[in-house]
């Protein structure tokens, strides 16, 4: 009876004032979860951003100019855990929100409630971290990995809200990793095995079991901080009998992992884009699967390889150093049947699989970039340069970033049943490729020659890369408000999509019929 009381109580409550707010308050429909993780991930994208606009204009030349050193590190700190944290993760977990359920024939995400709850407590934790901006002291100034004993020494007053934010954003990130594993395991529709589930969804359970994995883990060493803090523990004070090295340590045993949980997913939806404007099924799509579980075990016994400055044995580094290596050969697979899968196909060139072939050539320059820091006596001349910074943007931005505007064109029109502009999305894409390019290669060179990374203030030789680096991070910049107006302007007043979208985008039909129920898209004779 109370639950027949309940329903009508629901029913009624859409019908009030607060229909629109109480729709997205207090939803459990995994697409309207989905779209609000989209939007707060936006807005954490733009804000993010800024920071890093901040950034650059001080360093387009020489010299003091804008902000104090203080900010400055207030910046590269902020910047780094809301793209990290902010931006790119909860992207990925809109995408998961979506796609999943309909990937595998579910009729929602497995346990809706949680799914509403992980949401809500990523704007508390983020309106937290932003707080410590204005706080006495000002927010964290120690760049986003908030090594001790700098953080928990010398950190300002803030440091403790900063650790509860990221707690909270912790504590989302498991709830949304077991909502993804419980949904997969348990709901896919009948006849779908593990092995025909698309590759978005595998790529996805495996980022949901390192997320489990490693979220512990960071919570572990942010409460040891919180007790060095606050509590007279000596966890990482060498004075009291700690030692700073076991917060690398323990860190990176989070960190490292991370890297992989921001890029996992883009591999999987790069695996659903490109087969789609190839016209060819994705080739070795086991090879595929093992691969990405390959790279997710690795990801585990390479931590160190952050740390070989820190005076590791010989065996340490040789160890790391190798097992570091052997992480190319599972990502050397999964680009090898991209290009594969590309090969011979009828290929056309929409904004989606032009996102996608950058993300397959610039992941693999930043894949090269990562081999090079591998190489432990060299890494001693490339530690905390910005070759470093070079590196990791080439994963970050080119990777998880052009991995979700490569979604978002391909999907958009399934979630809104609008198509977007496809001018106005070559040119968001080249403005981003330019940019992208412009702002980060010169770093490589600056880094080689010697610039330390996190300074407000260089030497003169460094000057002419670091003002085409600036004009390029500002063009690209720039570029990301106008995907905004290319969303909004689909979202409002696009063209309807058609029922298949991409079926036939180079003006020929493709009329033969799917080799089975999960494959979006009909496999074509080939045109010669």
């Given at each position: 009876m109370s639950a027949v009381i309940d329903t009508h109580h629901d029913e009624h409550e859409h019908h009030g004032p607060a229909k629109g707010f109480s729709r997205w308050l207090f939803t459990t429909n995994h697409k309207d979860i989905g779209s609000m993780y989209l939007i707060f991930s936006l807005v954490m994208f733009l804000l993010g951003g800024t920071m890093a606009m901040v950034i650059r204009a001080e360093l387009f030349q020489p010299g003091l100019q804008l902000v104090q050193p203080e900010f400055f590190n207030q910046m590269t700190t902020m910047h780094g855990l809301i793209m990290v944290f902010g931006a790119v993760?909860?992207?990925?977990?809109?995408?998961?929100?979506?796609?999943?359920?309909?990937?595998?024939?579910?009729?929602?995400?497995?346990?809706?409630?949680?799914?509403n709850w992980s949401f809500w407590i990523l704007p508390a934790a983020f309106g937290l971290l932003v707080s410590t901006l204005f706080m006495d002291g000002g927010a964290p100034?120690?760049?986003?990995?908030?090594?001790?004993?700098?953080?928990?020494?010398?950190?300002?007053?803030?440091?403790?809200?900063?650790?509860?934010?990221v707690h909270m954003a912790g504590i989302s990130s498991i709830m949304g990793a077991i909502n993804v594993i419980a949904t997969i395991l348990n709901m896919r529709a009948p006849g779908m095995t593990l092995m025909k589930m698309p590759l978005f969804v595998w790529t996805w359970l495996i980022t949901a079991f390192l997320l489990i994995a490693v979220m512990p883990v960071l919570a572990g060493v942010l409460t040891m901080m919180l007790m060095d803090i606050n509590f007279g523990t000596s966890f990482f004070d060498a004075a009291g009998g700690g030692d700073p090295v076991l917060f690398q340590h323990v860190f990176w045993f989070f960190g490292h992992p991370e890297v992989y949980i921001m890029i996992l997913p883009a591999f999987g939806a790069v695996s659903e884009i490109i087969p789609a404007f190839a016209r060819k099924r994705l080739f070795g799509y086991t090879s595929m699967v093992y691969a990405v579980a390959a790279i997710a075990f690795l990801s585990f016994i390479v931590w160190a390889h952050h740390m070989f400055t820190v005076g590791l044995p010989l065996a340490g580094e040789l160890f790391f150093m190798y097992a570091t290596m052997l992480i190319a050969v599972p990502t050397g697979v999964k680009v090898f049947n991209w290009v594969a899968t590309m090969f011979r196909g009828s290929m056309t060139f929409e904004t989606p699989m032009l996102f996608s072939i950058a993300f397959v050539i610039l992941f693999t320059i930043g894949g090269f970039s990562g081999l090079m820091l591998a190489i432990a006596p060299a890494d001693f001349q490339y530690h905390d340069t910005y070759f470093v910074v070079a590196h990791f943007h080439y994963v970050l931005v080119p990777g998880a970033i052009f991995g979700i505007f490569?979604?978002?064109?391909?999907?958009?029109?399934?979630?809104?049943?609008?198509?977007?502009?496809?001018?106005?999305?070559?040119?968001?894409?080249?403005?981003?490729?330019?940019?992208?390019?412009?702002?980060?290669?010169?770093m490589h060179f600056l880094g080689l020659a010697g610039m330390p990374r996190r300074i407000p203030d260089y030497a003169l030789q460094f000057a002419e890369f670091n003002l085409v680096s600036s004009v390029g991070a500002f063009m690209?910049?720039?570029?990301?408000?106008?995907?905004?107006?290319?969303?909004?302007?689909?979202?409002?007043?696009?063209?309807?999509?058609?029922?298949?979208?991409?079926?036939?985008?180079?003006?020929?039909?493709?009329?033969?019929?799917?080799?089975?129920?999960y494959h979006t898209f009909a496999t074509p004779p080939r045109v010669e």
């Amino acid at each position: 009876m109370s639950a027949v009381i309940d329903t009508h109580h629901d029913e009624h409550e859409h019908h009030g004032p607060a229909k629109g707010f109480s729709r997205w308050l207090f939803t459990t429909n995994h697409k309207d979860i989905g779209s609000m993780y989209l939007i707060f991930s936006l807005v954490m994208f733009l804000l993010g951003g800024t920071m890093a606009m901040v950034i650059r204009a001080e360093l387009f030349q020489p010299g003091l100019q804008l902000v104090q050193p203080e900010f400055f590190n207030q910046m590269t700190t902020m910047h780094g855990l809301i793209m990290v944290f902010g931006a790119v993760m909860p992207t990925f977990v809109g995408l998961a929100n979506w796609m999943i359920p309909l990937m595998i024939g579910a009729p929602d995400m497995a346990l809706p409630r949680m799914n509403n709850w992980s949401f809500w407590i990523l704007p508390a934790a983020f309106g937290l971290l932003v707080s410590t901006l204005f706080m006495d002291g000002g927010a964290p100034n120690f760049g986003w990995t908030f090594y001790a004993p700098l953080s928990t020494t010398y950190g300002p007053p803030s440091t403790t809200f900063f650790i509860f934010a990221v707690h909270m954003a912790g504590i989302s990130s498991i709830m949304g990793a077991i909502n993804v594993i419980a949904t997969i395991l348990n709901m896919r529709a009948p006849g779908m095995t593990l092995m025909k589930m698309p590759l978005f969804v595998w790529t996805w359970l495996i980022t949901a079991f390192l997320l489990i994995a490693v979220m512990p883990v960071l919570a572990g060493v942010l409460t040891m901080m919180l007790m060095d803090i606050n509590f007279g523990t000596s966890f990482f004070d060498a004075a009291g009998g700690g030692d700073p090295v076991l917060f690398q340590h323990v860190f990176w045993f989070f960190g490292h992992p991370e890297v992989y949980i921001m890029i996992l997913p883009a591999f999987g939806a790069v695996s659903e884009i490109i087969p789609a404007f190839a016209r060819k099924r994705l080739f070795g799509y086991t090879s595929m699967v093992y691969a990405v579980a390959a790279i997710a075990f690795l990801s585990f016994i390479v931590w160190a390889h952050h740390m070989f400055t820190v005076g590791l044995p010989l065996a340490g580094e040789l160890f790391f150093m190798y097992a570091t290596m052997l992480i190319a050969v599972p990502t050397g697979v999964k680009v090898f049947n991209w290009v594969a899968t590309m090969f011979r196909g009828s290929m056309t060139f929409e904004t989606p699989m032009l996102f996608s072939i950058a993300f397959v050539i610039l992941f693999t320059i930043g894949g090269f970039s990562g081999l090079m820091l591998a190489i432990a006596p060299a890494d001693f001349q490339y530690h905390d340069t910005y070759f470093v910074v070079a590196h990791f943007h080439y994963v970050l931005v080119p990777g998880a970033i052009f991995g979700i505007f490569a979604s978002v064109y391909y999907w958009l029109p399934k979630w809104c049943g609008k198509m977007y502009d496809e001018v106005l999305g070559k040119t968001h894409f080249w403005l981003s490729f330019i940019g992208m390019n412009l702002a980060f290669f010169p770093m490589h060179f600056l880094g080689l020659a010697g610039m330390p990374r996190r300074i407000p203030d260089y030497a003169l030789q460094f000057a002419e890369f670091n003002l085409v680096s600036s004009v390029g991070a500002f063009m690209f910049g720039a570029t990301q408000v106008f995907f905004v107006f290319v969303v909004i302007k689909t979202v409002r007043s696009g063209v309807p999509a058609a029922a298949k979208p991409w079926e036939g985008a180079s003006g020929l039909e493709w009329t033969v019929p799917s080799p089975a129920p999960y494959h979006t898209f009909a496999t074509p004779p080939r045109v010669e």
